[in-house]
């Protein structure tokens, strides 16, 4: 029977295998991409310090932004590079500080994304492995495949990167699947091309009133609400179409059998999803592969709440419901960080003391 030192040298003999690099970014980062990356929520959850010059660093929160961040600074945009890590990440849980063993696999630039993700979903098999466990659920979500059917569905244009940008958000995407239901008429207005310009004129109105900046209206969420009603009125999203996105949003189920159900979908309303759902299935055996005792869950309404990620996301979850390791593709994140062209990218991270904690169930 083997130890829990046993299985985290093994786990490092993967994470050091030949054909990777091992990288081990440094412990203190600096904290304003992460805010400009993956938004306040996230950043409420860094451990924050400030240096005498005013910079503010946080403590590695996470691999994958510095190991992309590297591989650009490196020069090597458009040259394969796989890297892997093993070490310590920092976070806020309950406004309290909580430092974690992370491990996994990035690869980035890759020259066949589609065999760069079943490696991935391979990484995550072999760590399950070592540490002897089978029985998980799997919760898969396909970004691509919703903004295919965004597309595909007749979305008017204005309204889709507004929708996109709340996938992975229930309760924002909600709100706004509510007010596309009900449109305002009153809105007449030219749409303002540039939001900032919004945001500033609401801050000065709310000033000049006596109104504070903080509490439960900021200058930015009024700023959206008015240009939502605009886009709105000159662009209306049909109620027949609200309701076919809503129905596609409520499917979950069995991956096989939600597949079925979304080219189901489609074909009624007269509209073709083979070419990203032949994607999504592609990958159905790799995904099954991780959890052979359990039902691979394709949730249409799953993301992570950063609009960076591009094609099939995951959750692996614990009986407890923790996240034991989570990925997928991510292809808008080099292109953020000042790529000059795009570059494919996916990658997973596993949780050690959770995967430990989850084997003596």
């Keep these: 029977m083997t130890s829990p030192s046993d299985r985290f040298a093994e786990l490092t003999r993967l994470v050091e295998a030949h054909t990777v690099t091992r990288v081990t970014p440094p412990l203190l980062l600096p904290a304003a991409p992460y805010f400009e990356l993956a938004g306040e929520e996230f950043g409420r959850n860094l451990l924050l310090t400030t240096t005498n010059n005013g910079v503010e660093l946080c403590l590695r929160p996470d691999f994958t932004l510095p190991i992309a961040q590297s591989f650009l600074a490196d020069g090597r945009a458009g040259t394969p590079s796989a890297y892997t890590y093993l070490g310590p990440i920092f976070r806020q ?95 007449s207005a030219p749409i303002p091309e540039d939001r900032e310009t919004v945001v500033e004129i609401v801050t000065e109105a709310m000033i000049a009133g006596g109104l504070a900046l903080v509490g439960s209206r900021t200058p930015d969420e009024i700023a959206d609400r008015y240009i939502e009603k605009q886009a709105l009125s000159a662009a209306p999203v049909p109620p027949d179409v609200v309701r076919l996105l809503e129905t596609y949003l409520a499917i979950a189920a069995p991956a096989a059998d ?43 309404g799953f993301s992570p709440r950063l609009d960076y990620y591009t ?28 790529a000059k062209a795009p570059i494919s990218a996916c990658g997973c991270a596993v949780w050690v003391e959770r995967l430990e904690r989850e084997r003596t169930r």
């Design 258 to 300: 939600a597949f079925d159900q979304i080219e189901a979908l489609a074909s009624e309303h007269g509209f073709s999803m083979q070419p990203a759902l032949s994607r999504a299935r592609a990958h159905l055996n790799a995904l099954s592969a991780l959890a052979p005792a359990s039902d691979v869950i394709f949730d249409a």
């Design 311 to 338: 094609g099939i996301v995951f959750e692996l979850l614990g009986h407890d419901g923790s996240i034991l390791a989570s990925g997928g593709e991510y292809d808008r994140m080099l292109e953020r960080l000042g």
């Design 93 to 187: 849980l309950d406004a309290q500080p909580v430092e974690a063993q992370q491990a996994g696999l990035e690869l980035l630039a890759q020259p066949d994304p589609e065999l760069a993700i079943d490696q991935v979903l391979n990484f995550i098999r072999r760590v399950l492995t070592i540490y002897d466990i089978g029985a998980i659920r799997v919760r898969v979500g396909g970004v691509g495949l919703f903004e295919a059917f965004l597309e595909a569905s007749g979305v008017p244009a204005a309204w889709r990167g507004r929708i996109r940008h709340r996938f992975g958000h229930p309760e924002a995407l909600a709100r706004l699947m509510e007010r596309l239901a009900r449109p305002d008429p009153g809105g």
